[in-house]
């Protein structure tokens, strides 16, 4: 098993520091001072804010890795994290695995949290979508791996914390910024912010257009956000945001294999004729309050909403979704001690609901003279309200300056009713309570050291259409999947903290699998089919090299080997038992380099390797291995003493490699037709980027 196979590259890191560590320093070569990383803080919402000291591997983008590309897609920059995979198809569908975990969903995201600040993601139905929020109004992003945060909601794939944009520096700023590329891509940003001593105001509007290189691709996107912070005084702020977005998409689907190979620009012919696409509004917005109530107590607490109303003309029909959810979140944090022992604590509760609306027309777009969808008559129509509450714990206990425990536990309640319009009948239901503990060790022989044990529980509960039959009512046999995650890790930094490395070993068994079932053209039915297992190494080595007066070198190499199969699998009478898990690569590598001089000049590569995958459950199809190398240059410079700009110019997949950017897993060809498995990615292709920024 990988899980003991890897154990000793931990203890190999350990002695490895130790024997640096005793060396005595020699005389520099450079005649500069080495710069050092930075210590890494994450989110406050984490029992501690320095990474070091968190038991659990915490993937994290900085703003200077989140705008790295053509500020675009998210998931080229996702993608540089070990463990973590996110596919994306013209940038309108996506889909993120975490160690293997969400990598079957046939479209989009479930089993992992996200959230925005304080304000959930992640919908009532289990959906997650990150990609509306435009990267440039991001200042980080954090990705937990694994069901090792009671605090937010212990995920089996884990969590991801987007922190949005607020501006640090006093008085007024403002700014331009324009994204011109390859196959009619166009990109404007514009954005204000405003800080005072006792409020901030940060402004931002943002439109996104592209042709697409596919037939049917054209995409666009506008979104404005709002954010800031209210009467901040020494002691308490109220923090607010909202987030509009207007997104619609042309859909050109998956292609099967011939297709990929001679003519990937080609989309689903069904879909191109009924010129298919995603239509929608959305709108985020929270209000957060913290205060200290004294030295060693303070609270934070949100209420929030999200909004969807969307329009999704398919071949087959046409899709209209409503969604509302609104919730609130409170939690206390604070310190005390019990005979000289620190201890950390936080506590609160969430409760969240959520309505879903959903109706299915006929497309009489074959009647339509070529000019697409044409909306016909209802079929069905169906309703769902969703309540849950989670109440979660988590404590650390300080035993001495070098071991700490923490714990924690999360409570979920979940219950539903559905309104099945065409049987006109209302059902109640609702799943047992899931408790899920929580537990880790910490060491720190010093403060450039940590290693970490942990051991978990995690769950994900269906998503709609996994909750009902093929009559449309509810199935009360399914059940949320649920499954214990063993981990053991270490942070390291090396050579006087220039280099900086972190390497995690992890064992998962999930239990209830859930699958889902196609039924129809885009009806699944769910079930819980068996056990999978999730087991793998994770590394990552940042390293900050000095070279002289004039330039300095960045670099990163980062890698995840895994092993994710069926344990006990058997789907309509197949026995898939010992089969690699479909959709996910086992074995993934980034490499990437920057260098930046004191001119302002900058140059920018990284490289990715994607093993191949499997496409269905019995492993009889797999993707092609492959590589992508992306390059990016600019120059920063000062125009006046309060105006600076930014130019830049790229290229990415630079050897024009032929790869699927995403799969449809367990496809099945209708007739004497082949699957269409693939979503082809963009070939070799090309983006300008000019920025302009005004302090006032």
């Not at 212990?154 to 922190?163: D, E, R, V």
């Not at 209830?512 to 190494?537: C, M, P, S, W």
């Amino acid at each position: 098993m990988i899980f003991k196979k890897y154990c000793f590259l931990l203890f190999v890191f350990f002695a490895c520091q130790n024997i640096f560590a005793q060396k005595k320093e020699g005389k520099s070569i450079d005649s500069v001072k080495p710069e050092k990383l930075e210590e890494v803080v994450i989110s406050s919402f984490h029992i501690n804010d320095s990474l070091q000291n968190a038991p659990a591997s915490i993937g994290l983008l900085s703003k200077k890795e989140l705008l790295q590309n053509n500020t675009t897609d998210i998931s080229t920059v996702m993608n540089t994290i070990p463990g973590v995979f996110m596919q994306s198809a013209n940038i309108t569908t996506t889909r993120i695995s975490i160690r293997g975990i969400g990598a079957r969903t046939p479209y989009g995201t479930n089993k992992i949290r996200a959230f925005y600040g304080s304000i959930p993601l992640t919908s009532g139905n289990s959906e997650t979508v990150i990609d509306d929020i435009d990267l440039e109004n991001l200042s980080q992003i954090e990705i937990i791996k694994g069901p090792l945060s009671s605090v937010y909601g212990a995920g089996l794939g884990g969590a991801i914390l987007i922190s949005p944009q607020l501006s640090k520096t006093s008085g007024q700023t403002a700014g331009i910024s324009t994204v011109i590329g390859s196959y009619g891509l166009i990109k404007n940003s514009l954005h204000y912010s405003l800080n005072e001593k006792e409020s901030s105001l940060n402004l931002s509007y943002h439109k996104l257009e592209t042709d697409g290189w596919r037939e049917n691709s054209a995409y666009n996107r506008e979104g404005i956000t709002l954010a800031g912070e209210l009467f901040k005084k020494k002691n308490s702020k109220l923090t607010y945001f909202t987030n509009y977005t207007y997104l619609k998409a042309f859909i050109p689907s998956s292609i099967n294999k011939t297709m990929f190979e001679n003519s990937p620009k080609s989309g689903a012919p069904t879909w191109v004729a009924s010129k298919g696409f995603k239509e929608y509004k959305s709108t985020l917005a929270g209000l957060a309050y913290d205060f200290k109530l004294n030295e060693n107590l303070s609270n934070s607490t949100s209420v929030f909403l999200n909004y969807k109303d969307s329009n999704e003309p398919r071949p087959f029909d046409v899709l209209r979704q409503y969604t509302f959810a609104s919730g609130v979140r409170t939690q206390f944090s604070g310190q005390f001690k019990i005979r000289e022992t620190a201890n950390q604590f936080i506590t609160g509760i969430e409760y969240f609901t959520d309505y879903y609306k959903g109706n299915t027309f006929e497309n009489l777009y074959l009647q339509n003279n070529g000019q697409g969808s044409l909306q016909g008559n209802q079929i069905t129509e169906t309703g769902q309200k969703r309540h849950f509450y989670n109440v979660f714990a988590q404590m650390r206990t300080l035993l001495s300056k070098k071991f700490e425990i923490q714990a924690g536990i999360n409570y979920n309640k979940t219950q539903f009713e559905l309104e099945n319009y065409n049987l006109n009948s209302t059902q109640d239901y609702s799943y047992d309570g899931i408790f899920s503990p929580q537990l880790s060790f910490l060491f720190k022989p010093n403060a450039q050291q940590t290693i970490y044990f942990s051991a978990s529980r995690g769950f994900s509960l269906p998503a709609t259409e996994e909750t009902l039959t093929s009559t449309g009512t509810i199935n009360t046999d399914i059940k949320p999947e649920n499954g214990y995650n063993f981990e053991i890790g270490g942070k390291f930094y090396f050579f006087n903290k220039r280099l900086y490395s972190e390497l995690s070993i992890y064992h998962m068994e999930i239990n209830d699998l859930l699958v889902a079932k196609r039924v129809g053209d885009d009806q699944y039915v769910g079930i819980n089919a068996g056990k999978t297992f999730h087991e793998g190494v994770e590394i990552s080595l940042n390293h900050n090299w000095p070279v002289n007066s004039f330039f300095t070198v960045n670099s990163y190499v980062s890698g995840s080997l895994g092993n994710y199969k069926f344990k006990d699998f058997v789907d309509n009478g197949n026995d898939f038992s010992g089969n690699k898990l479909t959709g996910v690569p086992a074995n993934k590598v980034n490499a990437g380099i920057s260098i930046t001089t004191t001119l302002g000049i900058y140059l920018n590569s990284d490289f990715q390797y994607v093993d191949k995958m499997p496409l269905n459950d019995a492993n009889s199809a797999y993707t092609d291995s492959y590589k992508i190398i992306n390059l990016k240059t600019g120059y920063g410079f000062q125009i006046l003493q309060h105006l600076s700009a930014n130019i830049a110019a790229g290229v990415n997949n630079v050897t024009d490699e032929k790869y699927a950017s995403l799969i449809l897993p367990n496809a099945v060809g209708v007739g004497n037709a082949l699957p269409r498995y693939y979503y082809p990615g963009l070939p070799t292709n090309f983006y300008g980027t000019f920025t302009l920024n005004y302090l006032f």
